[in-house]
């Protein structure tokens, strides 16, 4: 595949930046003939910190108090992507002071005087769409009190990037970029005078996106939960942008928002979360609440069908557990995750994924792809799916999983004494012939969760295999890990004896973890990256560390509410079944 520097990168850039061009001598939008009713919602604390001059974008820290957005250095590629992409306009505005609301003006207006006519970098259809999306939807804030000048040259620009996009929206790569290209092209021609007569094929073309991405169940094949909702939440407001216009969006474009909201419903923790599984983070609740709202689906993936996009999804009671039980995608992002779970009890996260590290840099980004860095079992601290760098068309260089599991089994039971997961894969079969299996028995109050993990060498090659490995190690073992990293807001405390940990909760629930097995329990430090926070994260992990010996080794283990929110101790004890 070609790299960066390629005829392919170099003739595609030339093409974006001729056609911006020509877009830009064309006649603008005499008005606006609507607003769009999209709230779309950024963070306050985000804000705030542009405010202050401290610029966080794709991973990179870059303190400049009293600076213009565009006289920064751009330190990366995707660092200047992200600054042409205006998202960081949700962020500002969502702090609606006087002082954020003047730097969301001036930033928007000198990009038009600087980059308007077509220069720059920022003009690509995916950040274009991505741009003009915010534009349109923060107008009324952008051009308070700005004058008739700035108001005609805004619509201007808007009117050019429409253009723009309407000539450039296919070289947009297929899937989240392509559908922020056509959402920005359809509501751009909703919502200027003149544009309309783009906005049939945008919507055709967007219904042909959902059928080529989005399959029959409502999964994309990266399996990343916070894109789903990314889409999801452009597919809604794209068609909130027809209805408006009085077009109603085609029928694959309706079959798809129909098929993923109950994907995300069952993807979301009962706190209002995603699970955050193959680079994705927690996603803006708000955003999830209006798509889930305005799409009119209601309820979630039928049981009978057991998994949502390859995710096994346990509610009982206030808890919830959604667990990896499909192998990961060939993608950028994926991470080697199967038979990792979280947990969440009531408004409150307790065993959580590390995250995507994907805003705090490419090692952590790495860091956060292995197994270790997911609440599961790794063996001799290699992940179960294996990674090597790729190159693409347009540069990616990043790591990408080549060896996956590919036997993956799962069996679920749902009973009046609540819901009983087995599950295995063998990601370390060709390593050391084992496999791991895992069971996951969650009580109906949702209070108490048995776990089992099991190492087998099933097969006689696989036998054959751990028997070398053995003798290699001169019968010292296999080494494996099982981790449960919990969310940075528990405070955990472990025994002397290092068989019981005691986690305790911010509305006073308490936790209980025991564990059952030759294994050595110990309390060690992790991080938690997730997108909504502004750094990573101090946090702890349960590591339960072990050797396999023999063809079956097994370490039984639980979780269970000691007491519970209301000062209650239940009355079970603490007992490993």
């Known amino acids: 595949m ?7 990168v170099r003739a595609t850039r030339w093409l974006n930046r001729l056609h911006a061009t020509w877009a830009c001598l064309s006649p603008p939008a005499a008005a606006f003939t609507m607003m769009s009713d999209t709230r779309v919602t950024g963070s306050v604390e985000r804000g705030r910190q542009l405010a202050a001059g401290d610029f966080l974008f794709a991973g990179i820290r870059l303190p400049a108090p009293g600076r213009d957005i565009w006289d920064l250095p751009m330190p990366s590629a995707g660092f200047e992507a992200a600054v042409h992409g205006f998202e960081w306009l949700d962020d500002l505005t969502a702090v609606c002071d006087r002082h954020t609301n003047r730097l969301a003006q001036d930033w928007t207006h000198d990009w038009i ?29 952008l051009l308070a009190g700005r004058g008739r000048e700035k108001s005609n040259a805004f619509r ?43 906005m ?3 919507s055709r073309a967007l219904a042909r996106e959902c059928r080529s991405c989005i399959d029959g169940h409502g999964a994309i094949a990266s399996r990343n939960p916070e894109e789903l909702l990314e889409i999801f939440f452009l597919l809604n407001w794209a068609a909130a942008a027809l209805q408006l216009a009085g077009q109603p969006p085609e029928n694959g474009h309706r079959a798809a928002v129909a098929a993923v909201a109950p994907v995300l419903r069952t993807l979301r923790h009962v706190d209002g979360s995603l699970a955050r599984f193959h680079g994705g983070s927690s996603g803006t609740v708000g955003k999830l609440d209006w798509a889930l709202a305005n799409a009119g689906v209601r309820g979630g993936v039928a049981r009978r069908q057991q998994l949502a996009m390859g995710y096994a999804r346990v509610a009982h009671g206030r808890s919830t557990m959604i667990v990896d039980v499909a192998p990961p995608a060939a993608s950028a ?26 805003a705090f840099g490419k090692s952590r980004r ?132 290092g068989r019981d940990v005691s986690m305790l909760l911010k509305n006073g629930e308490i936790w209980r973890f025991r564990c059952r097995g030759d294994v050595q329990l110990a309390l060690e430090p992790s991080d938690f990256w997730d997108s909504t926070s502004l750094s990573s ?18 370490v039984s283990w639980i979780l269970a509410k000691a007491r519970r929110s209301d000062g209650m101790i239940p009355e079970d004890e603490l007992v490993l079944e």
């Open 2 to 8: 070609p790299g960066t520097g390629s005829w392919f």
């Open 113 to 141: 005087r600087r980059f308007g006519l077509g220069s720059g970098t920022g003009w690509t259809p995916e950040l274009t769409g991505r741009r003009i999306l915010r534009w349109i939807n923060h107008a009324d804030q």
């Open 156 to 198: 201007r620009s808007l009117s050019a990037q429409t253009v723009f996009l309407a000539r450039r929206w296919k070289t947009a790569r297929p899937g989240l970029p392509r559908f922020e290209a056509l959402t920005g092209l359809i509501q751009a021609s909703a919502a200027l005078s003149g544009m309309d007569s783009h």
């Open 200 to 202: 049939r094929r945008a």
């Open 333 to 358: 992002n994926a991470h080697a995750s199967t038979l990792a779970f979280e947990l969440t009890s009531g408004p409150h996260p307790l065993v959580v994924n590390c995250g995507s590290g994907e």
């Open 366 to 497: 790495m860091v956060a792809k292995t197994t270790s860095s997911h609440s599961t079992l790794d063996v001799e601290g290699y992940s179960s799916s294996r990674f090597a760098a790729a190159g693409g068309a347009f540069g990616d260089s990043a790591e990408r999983i080549v060896t996956a599991p590919a036997k993956i089994m799962l069996e679920r039971n749902d009973y009046n004494d609540g819901t009983l997961i087995v599950a295995g894969h063998d990601g370390y079969q060709g390593r050391c012939g084992l496999n791991h299996w895992r069971s996951l028995q969650v009580d109906p109050e949702g209070s108490k969760v048995n776990g089992e993990d099991v190492l087998l060498a099933a097969s006689a090659d696989g036998r054959q295999r751990f028997d070398a490995l053995l003798s290699a190690q001169r019968l010292e073992g296999v080494p494996f890990n099982i981790r449960f990293h919990l969310h940075p807001d528990v405070d955990v405390d472990a025994d002397e004896e």
């Open 537 to 554: 994260r101090a946090t702890n992990q349960i590591v339960l560390s072990g050797f396999a010996m023999e063809y079956s080794t097994r």
